[in-house]
Nanobody, 123 residues
């Protein structure tokens, strides 16, 4: 059974930073592609970032490029999303996910999801 548990969300002012963590069990992050997605109120899930199985490739949605960074700690079997220069439009529930259901880098269709962590950015 695969379980993903996110943490690290909270309320931050615009321009601030947060680091989200995703602890994974039942799947080894060192050999699995992992992703972060988000869902703002009234909107559909949106791709944010992904890291390839090898860890050598990282992908970002355009609006977070240069501000967010995805990484992983193989020893802790944990994936992170470092978020800097946060903007009010980054406000959303952020989800960690793995095992894509389609061969598309920016997909939002994953088999396994965490419960999400709320990120709120005030202006």
């Amino acid at each position: 059974q695969v379980t993903l548990v996110e943490s690290g969300g909270g309320l931050v002012q615009a321009g601030g930073s947060l680091r989200l963590s995703c602890e994974v069990s039942g799947r080894t992050v060192s050999t699995a592609a992992m992703a972060w997605l988000r869902q703002a109120p009234g909107k559909e899930h949106e791709f944010v970032a992904a890291i390839s199985e090898s860890g050598g490739d990282r992908y970002y949605e355009g609006s977070v490029l240069g501000r967010f960074a995805i990484s992983r700690d193989n020893a802790k079997n944990t994936v992170y999303l470092e978020m800097n220069n946060l903007k009010p439009e980054d406000t959303a529930v952020y989800y960690c996910a793995t095992k894509a259901l389609e061969m598309a880098v920016f997909t939002t269709r994953y088999q396994y999801w965490g419960q999400g962590t709320q990120v709120t950015v005030s202006s």
